[in-house]
């Protein structure tokens, strides 16, 4: 599906919509997760696995959270250890091979992996013979097959081209560099300088070494951003010219994420600002030849997420969008959560904790969710509106053998509203967001939430613009 560049945001819709929601990397949502779901329900998970014939010729995809950071970045929400220390990352991954061997120990040696993810924190705080080890371990339990998508976070200010070598070495493929904003005063609100020639540098040096796929993360919303300052960034990352674009709508949540206390509220963009920014980034990309590929996401017409969207096979999980749809996730490390069948599970969040617990010989489990059937439907309407902007009734009915009309009748009534205000069109074959509506397609999944429905505490999620 084309998404056209909708129109500039109405201040009715703007100040309807000023609310905050979820972002929809799951479903149910992380918040959600349970402490009564355990270690054992996580080990549980990965024996019916095992025991499925079906499930056992599915590839897995395996995230690795690397914590430790040396420079704090205030708008930063991410579970990491801010230190110079570089030699607690030695014990760091004596213990995730630990996790490694009892994963094996349940699935066997040389599960098939088609999507690897290194994230943070900085992974790129490892050294180059850190990042060798790391990789060695997971190869002799793993079996990381050719053509898979093998990506690492990049933080600009940690590596030079000796070490784009190494990534290239290991079998990196995809490179995920976070700039946030190329101005100035930006960089220094948020205690992250980096100048632009070093990150232009580095994307020339890794087009050179033929790096499949170049992502950049930016994000909008940040102190001393206006739409004037974010458009000349826009103009840079245009010339850039990566694979991918990530962008982020920045979440002020002070009460949640200490480091951002360090934010004055005062040195904000106002919401009618971040909009500006979010449509002119949608313009400006566009006309610059990127597929809009979702809420976050932009992509040059011959990537493989840009060809996913096409062909409808696009999917959404706790990295963002992804091209593998229905794929087990392992997710190893501090606070790293994984997905096995209809359980989500999340590690611990402290280092003594997630360490405690595999030197018990246990998985270092401390919540998740065991996902109900109404999980599940739930799950693919929203995932349906998510990725590809619609959701066409009968596909619904015919895998979840429900009625979706009176299933969700209170949902489609919720709809008209919407509707009404131009988000969303309605007929007797679907649903289908509207060019305009993508700016809230949040807002739009968001009805389809049966615990937002419950609870309209949403104060700890991010503003949906």
Not at 75 to 82: M, V
Not at 172 to 178: E, T, V, Y
Not at 210 to 235: C, H, K, M, W
Not at 373 to 382: F, K, M, N, S, T
């Amino acid at each position: 599906m084309k998404i056209a560049v909708a129109d500039p945001v109405s201040e009715d819709l703007l100040r309807r919509f000023d609310v905050s929601g979820p972002r929809y990397t799951s479903y149910p949502t992380a918040d959600r997760f349970v402490e009564a779901f355990s270690a054992d329900d996580y080990t549980q998970a990965l024996k019916q696995r095992r025991s499925g014939a079906a499930a056992m010729t599915l590839p897995l995809s395996l995230y690795v959270h690397i914590p430790f950071c040396e420079s704090l970045c205030y708008y930063c929400a991410c579970n990491k250890i801010i230190t110079k220390h570089h030699d607690r990352a030695a014990p760091y991954l004596r213990y995730l091979s630990r996790e490694v061997e009892l994963h094996t120990e349940h699935l066997g040696i040389g599960q098939a992996v088609t999507q690897l993810h290194l994230g943070g924190g900085t992974p790129t705080f490892l050294s180059d013979d850190e990042l060798r080890e790391l990789m060695a371990m997971l190869r002799r339990n793993f079996n990381l097959v050719p053509g898979g998508e093998y990506a690492i976070e990049v933080d600009p200010r940690t590596i030079d081209v000796s070490r784009l070598d190494t990534l290239a070495e290991l079998g990196f493929n995809r490179l995920s560099f976070g700039v946030q904003d190329f101005d100035p005063a930006v960089q220094k609100a948020v205690h992250r300088i980096q100048p632009a020639e070093q990150v232009f540098a580095l994307l020339e040096a890794a087009r050179q070494r033929n790096f499949d796929s170049i992502n950049v993360d930016l994000i909008y919303g940040l102190p001393q951003q206006s739409p004037e300052s974010f458009d000349r960034t826009l103009a840079q990352v245009i010339e850039l010219r990566p694979d991918r674009i990530a962008l982020y709508a920045y979440a002020h949540l002070p009460e949640r994420f200490k480091p951002q206390r360090r934010i004055a509220t005062t040195s904000l963009p106002s919401g009618a600002a971040k909009v500006a920014m979010l449509s002119r980034s949608l313009s400006a990309f566009m006309k610059a030849g990127y597929v809009y590929v979702g809420m976050d996401h932009f992509a040059l017409p011959d990537d493989p997420l840009a060809v996913a969207k096409r062909q409808g096979r696009l999917h959404r999980n706790f990295q963002g969008y992804s091209t593998q749809p229905d794929c087990d996730l392992i997710g190893l490390g501090v606070s790293s959560i994984g997905r096995i069948g209809a359980t989500y599970s999340q590690n611990a969040k402290t280092l003594e904790e997630y360490y405690d617990y595999l030197d018990q010989g246990r998985f270092p489990v401390v919540r998740g969710l065991g996902m109900s059937r109404d999980d599940l439907v739930r799950r693919a309407v929203i995932m349906s509106l998510m990725c590809q902007g619609h959701v066409l009734y009968e596909s619904i009915e015919l895998a979840y053998l429900v009625e979706f009309r009176n299933y969700f009748a209170s949902e489609i009534e919720a709809l008209q509203e919407l509707a009404e205000q131009g988000l969303v069109t309605l007929d007797d074959s679907g649903i289908q967001v509207t060019a305009m509506g993508w700016f809230f397609v949040r807002a739009v999944a968001m009805v389809f939430d049966r615990y937002l429905q419950t609870d309209r505490t949403r104060a700890r999620f991010s503003k949906i613009i």
